[in-house]
C-alpha cells in the first residue's frame, strides 16, 4: 500500500493511505493549505511539483480547483504574441505547418501537465469515507462505488478525482439513454466510474443495423469482446440473438454488465466472464470495439480510449478466426482518427486482417456526433472533422 505523508499543524509527521485513480505516486513533497492560500501561491506549488493537503472550506477547495484551472487555460497577451511570432518563424524556417500526429503528442502533453497540477490539491478522507472539512458534502456512496466497501483507514486523494467520481456517481444513478436499445424507460445503461461511457451513439447504431451472418447455428451464439458497461451484448440481444459471452478483464466493467443486463431484464440470456479477449467455444458473431488510439494510456482510466502498440486490435484480429464458426463473422467497431492523426496507416490495418487469415465482406460508416466532432477551438479539430467509425465485417479467409 502506497502511503503518503506529511506535517501537521503542530508539526507532527503524519501519515495515510494514498489514492490516485491516474497510477501516480504518492508526491513527495507536501504542504497545508486552506482559505489564507491565494491562488497564484498554490499554482506555484503545484507547477514545482508540490502537493496541497487542504485543511480548510470544502467550496473554497472548490473555487481554488477552477482558479487553477484558469491559470492553466489563461495566456497573457504579451506571451500569447511572442509565441505566435515563434510559431510563425518555426513553420516559416520549415515550410510546413505541424503534424497531426506532432499535434496529437503536444495535446498529450499538455493535458498530463493539466493533470499534474490540478491533481496537487488534495484532500483527506476518514475511514469511513467522509471528509473532515467544513461544509463538505456526503461523498461516501460516491467512493464505495469507485473504492470499494473497504475504507478501513484515514486516506487522501486529488479534489480532482473526487470530483470525476462523484460526476460518475450522478451518472449512474441517472444512466445514460441509448435509442439502439428501443424506446424509454427500457434502454439505459449505468456506467460505473472508470467504465467507458456509451455516450457516442453512432456505433451502437452500426451494431443494431448490420446484417446478420447466416450460420445455421441453434442457439444463436455471439461474443462480446472486452463488453465494458454491458452495452453491445444487450444490443445484441435485442437483435433476438438467442445468447452472448461477454468478456472482460476489468472487475469494474464485468460488474458494471452485470448491474446494467439485470437491470434490462438480459441476465439469462448474457453470460459475463472475465476472460483474456476470448471466452472459450465459436460463435457465429464476434464483435470487438478496441480503444481506437494506438498509444500508451498515462494511466488506468486511459485504457478504454488508448490501445499501447494495438495489442487488443490485433490480439482480436488474430485470435479470431479460432473462435468463429463457418460463415461467421467478426464485426471490429474502429473509428479512423487514428489515421487522421498518423498514427496508423488504412494499409496497415488492412495487412493487419489479411495476415491474421480473415477478409472484409462488408463495413459500415458513420460520422461521430459528439460535441468535439464540430468545436473549432478543440486542438485535434481537423482530424476529428474527417474521424468516420466503421464497423467492418470480417470473415475467415478461404484457402
Known sequence: MNQISWTDAEGQAVSALWRSERGTPPPKRVVLADDSTSADTAYRLACEGTALLWCGDFHNARQLLQALMRRLDKVSPAKGAKAAKAAKDAAKDAAVAPSPTEAFHRHRQAQAQRARVLGALLLPFAADYSIPLRRAPDVRQACIEAWGEGGAVASVASL???LGMTGAHEWRKKGVE???LGA???NRI????GVFSPLRGEYLGLVARAPLPKTGQVPYVA??????TGVLAAVLIRRQIDHVMA???DPRALACAQDNLTRLGLAAQVSVQNADLFPEGRASLVVCNPPWLPARPSSPIERAVYDEESRMLLGYLN?????LLPKGEGWLILSDLAEHLGLRSRDALLAAIAQAGLQVVGRLDAKPQHPKATDPSDPLHAARMAEVTSLWRLRVLKP
Open 160 to 162: 480532482r478525482d473526487l
Open 178 to 180: 441509448v435509442p439502439a
Open 184 to 186: 424509454a424507460p427500457h
Open 190 to 193: 449505468h456506467p460505473y466510474y
Open 223 to 228: 461474443f462480446d469482446i472486452g463488453t465494458g
Open 247 to 249: 468478456t472482460d478483464q
Open 319 to 323: 485470435g479470431l478466426a479460432a473462435h
